[in-house]
């Protein structure tokens, strides 16, 4: 029987494990300092059945709003449920009305992602990434309930 996947909070000493299955902490240090931080300030939460699978950031980082800035999900776990059950898990910690996220206008697993979890587009930011315009999401506490 497949170890069930559990969602918690990372602790310091997950950071290895993160930095594993993200390709661009692998890489920068700053990535990896974001997510030092992150978890230093209990807004980053992990997926795990066995290894880490996935982790997601909860902070208010978008104009004081509740923000998801970063989702990530090791290769080889994607397509298997686990950024639903992050993002749901995520959403279970926002007590505020709104929530948003955002997702290049090229990512369009995240993009399916976010319609599939009823996200509403909610405006475009240009220039971040040259040619990929930053698609900006937002969903509302009434919908995360039911």
Same mark, same amino acid.
């Given at each position: 029987m497949p170890?069930p996947?559990?969602?918690?909070? $990372?602790q $310091?000493?997950d =950071?290895?494990?993160l @930095?594993n299955? &993200?390709?661009?902490a692998r890489g920068a240090? /700053?990535r990896?300092?974001a997510?030092?931080?992150?978890?230093? !300030?209990? %807004?980053?939460w992990?997926?795990?059945?066995?290894? @880490?699978?996935?982790?997601?950031i909860?902070?208010r980082?978008?104009?004081q709003q509740?923000?998801?800035? =970063? +989702?990530m999900?090791?290769?080889a $776990?994607?397509?298997?449920?686990?950024?639903?059950?992050?993002?749901?898990?995520?959403e279970?910690?926002?007590a505020d009305?709104?929530?948003?996220?955002?997702?290049n206008e %090229?990512?369009?697993?995240?993009?399916?992602?976010l319609?599939?979890? %009823?996200y509403?587009? %909610? /405006?475009?930011?240009?220039n971040?990434? &040259?040619?990929?315009?930053? +698609? @900006?999401?937002?969903?509302?506490? !009434? =919908?995360? !309930?039911?």
């Amino acid at each position: 029987m497949p170890t069930p996947l559990t969602i918690r909070a $990372a602790q $310091a000493a997950d =950071l290895p494990a993160l @930095v594993n299955i &993200d390709p661009i902490a692998r890489g920068a240090l /700053g990535r990896r300092q974001a997510l030092n931080h992150a978890i230093a !300030a209990h %807004s980053c939460w992990l997926a795990e059945a066995e290894e @880490v699978l996935g982790y997601g950031i909860l902070d208010r980082s978008f104009f004081q709003q509740r923000f998801i800035p =970063l +989702l990530m999900v090791a290769e080889a $776990a994607r397509n298997h449920g686990v950024a639903s059950a992050l993002m749901l898990a995520l959403e279970a910690q926002c007590a505020d009305d709104k929530l948003f996220t955002s997702a290049n206008e %090229s990512n369009a697993p995240m993009r399916r992602l976010l319609h599939k979890l %009823s996200y509403r587009e %909610s /405006g475009r930011i240009d220039n971040l990434d &040259d040619g990929d315009p930053e +698609l @900006v999401f937002m969903k509302r506490a !009434a =919908l995360r !309930a039911g």
